[in-house]
């Protein structure tokens, strides 16, 4: 193995066992699904708005999230709490995603160094 | 050149293993928490939205049986749309690493905090999120009964993606509406992320007198 082969090996290490940071990636799903939960209400509220006739219920499918989502409903506020609820759930799933991700890097570091210390021992011995 | 042409694929097939796990897992404890949510609350409305998944997952409803039987599925399912997935974003990523950017140590192992490739992160889960949307609407034409209708509830989707159907062609159009709105959604999620993190190590930096990664 030339330097330049093991350093290259040492970086792929590296990129594939790297941490990901549990804030960042909270925010960041935080941030995409509220948007993705207030832009699915207001799609169907500007449908509604753009409707020839009045239409009777609107969104009666989504606004089923109301049951997992107090107060939310298929309105500019609902859309609004969406937003929020969206940013808190997305979060959660960031930090869990994460920390589960790392957690499972780490395990597996920790087994693979246990493994080699106890071969290198019995080599020795 | 690396030791050995094999490693990035090896280390991609690691990661997707690993990614596929927890996302399996994410995605059972999701589908718990909410049938258990469901079955707590007393209220039929959340059970007879939940109990559709019936078409998808043989055997599951909101019961106390029933919750534990969707946590199976939902991670099954989960498992086994993550892992191809991962592995393709991993595979590009890996394999396209020819130059040595850093120095190497033991230490940055396992403190080194990864960046995400936004194009291959959006392409990856965009191709996921097609194929999760082409497959839920592909099983439901195959198990379509003659005389009930197909896919009621799936078809609101067109509500979003317009030319939307419950058919092989319709099958194919939300495959090509969630490749790119999946792209969008998960390239927005690398951004953010990456957006964060640089501002982040720039201000450790800062403050160690060093330079940022």
Known sequence: MTERSGALDDQLLIQAFARLRAPALAVSLGVAVGLLLFGATAVLLVRAMLAPAPVAAIGPHLSLLGYYLPGYQVTWLGAGLGLLYGFVLGGALGVAMALLLNLNHFLYLWNLRRKIRRSVILDAL | MHSSPQLPNRLARLNALSFGLVFGLLSGLGLWLASALALLSGSPGPRHALVLLRQYFPGYSPTPLGVWIGFFWAFALGFTLAVPTAWLYYRGVLRQ?????????????????????????????????????????????????????????????????????????????????????????????????????????????????????
């Open chain 2, 97 to 213: 690493i020819t130059r040595v950017m850093r120095s190497a140590s033991e230490a940055a192992l396992t403190t080194y905090v990864a960046e995400i490739h936004v194009p291959f992160f959006a392409l990856a889960f965009g191709l996921m999120s097609g194929l999760g949307l082409f497959l839920a609407t592909i099983w439901l034409v195959i198990r379509h009964q003659p005389d009930a209708p197909l896919g009621p509830n799936l078809r609101l989707l067109s509500q979003y993606l317009p030319g939307y159907r419950v058919s092989l062609i319709g099958g194919l159009i939300g495959f090509a509406y969630l490749l790119l709105l999946g792209g969008i959604f998960f390239a927005a999620v690398g951004w953010i992320y990456n957006r964060l993190i640089s501002s982040g190590s720039a201000r450790a930096a800062d403050s160690d007198g060093n330079p940022p990664h």
